[in-house]
């Protein structure tokens, strides 16, 4: 009798397992071309965003450089004015996915981070605009500064986007040599 028992609660709950991993699959499939389209959307808003100076983007002729891929910019004559990037980072609370402008000297034009898990009110603050805006016109000799760069209570959120910048930029240097 109580084995009958451990058998019928465990066929209820296989049942119920399954109903709910085909409706999750479903959801999914529905959801994983709007998902993937706003991505899109999201990626181009940015470039835009951080490389302000060009009207259009090619990613056919973009440069590869270790893990960056470097996509040109152009202005309506077609010339190109700078590139833009997606960095990957690793930060506090894991990646720091962010979309960096670089003109053609090799200056940042803007920052945009895209995706983070830090710290919401201490490490998360690298979302805010003003200090986003601290890192346009910096190159990669700039040298990170703790009491300008960073937040109190919070230095590797920070830090970290300043490692991915400078990785970028280095790369980038190498890119145009």
Known sequence: ???????????VLLIIAAISAGTLAGVNAMTKGVIAQNNITAANNARTLVLPQAQSFDESQAIQKDEFL???GFDG????????????QGGYGGNINFSLGIDLVGKVTGLKVMNHQETPGLGA?????????????RDKEYKFDKSVDAFAGATVSPNAV????????????????
């Open 1 to 11: 009798m109580e084995k009958n028992r451990f058998i019928h609660y465990g066929s």
């Open 70 to 72: 470097f996509i040109p």
């Open 77 to 88: 004559n077609k010339k190109v004015v700078g590139y833009v990037v997606s960095v990957n």
């Open 125 to 137: 603050k690298i979302t805010g605009e003003e200090w986003q805006k601290l890192w346009i016109g």
């Open 162 to 177: 300043y490692s991915g910048i400078i990785r970028t930029l280095s790369a980038y240097a190498e890119v145009t040599k």
